[in-house]
């Protein structure tokens, strides 16, 4: 992730100075992918800019309302009280910009023997209601939780749709950024976290059911596509206005095919 933020750094540097860069700031769970398409999107327009920083889809929301960043890259919608704060500062509520979708996938270290939850159980363990594995199949051992931050959009799409808008346990070990989750689980036996399908590195996937009747999927292009996995989610660019400009043509692009492949090769799915 690093080398891929120094390309995109390291490109807009070697632009004229007179290129005006168009700024994206926010969720860490896109930060990758919007890095990845920035570089593409550079290499295939010379002389333009686009600057990719993570933080949080609340950090990036909080950026565009106070006017510091041209665009909020979000992993949840924007709610309601921040639209107002952006109507009030800039007399618009922002424009919505799907940019990809996402399956959120619950991790589990590769020794796990549970290979499949429901998500009442999900919530029932990220809650603090089961908390060993043996009560859901596996060994008799503490189950070890792992968050993201409250700012994290993340955070707040699992709580909202996953958690019913019930707290977390207060046992959950918070986290800053997907790729911490994904360390901290991948060298902890008894660890479960969640984040986005593209980090699977080191780590596996357990299968989530809708209820005990259904059956269970892990997050990939045709069980999004097909709806059969139950936690996805869009992703997001919000700007101020209407695109114009470079960040019109860099959002064009990234929802074209050529943008879209790029996504999918991140690992994440298509909007179509």
Known sequence: MKRILLAVLAAS?????????????????????????????MKL?????????????GVGIAALINGTTDVAAASRPMKASEKEKLKGRFSTPGVEIP?????????????????????????DIFIG???????????????????RENSSGTYVYFKDNVLAGRDFSPRAQTLQGT???????????????????AYSKGLKF????KDDKSAAYTPTLATVRGGQYPITRYLFLYSRTAPKGDLKAFVDWAQSPAGQDVVTKVGYFPLK
């Open 13 to 41: 540097f070697a632009l004229p100075l007179f290129a005006q860069p168009v700024t994206i700031k926010g969720s860490d769970t896109m930060v990758i992918m919007n890095a990845r398409l920035a570089e593409t999107f």
């Open 45 to 57: 327009n010379p002389g333009k800019v686009i600057q990719v920083t993570g933080g949080g889809s």
């Open 99 to 123: 940019i990809a979708r996402d399956g959120l996938a619950i991790y589990s270290h590769t020794s796990n023997p549970v290979k499949e939850l429901t998500i009442a159980q999900v919530r």
């Open 129 to 147: 209601k089961i908390t060993n594995w043996k009560a859901v199949g596996g060994n008799d051992a503490p189950i070890i939780l792992y968050s």
């Open 179 to 197: 790729a911490a989750v994904v360390n901290a689980v991948s060298k902890d036996p008894n660890g479960i976290g969640y984040g986005g399908a």
């Open 206 to 209: 357990i299968g989530v059911k």
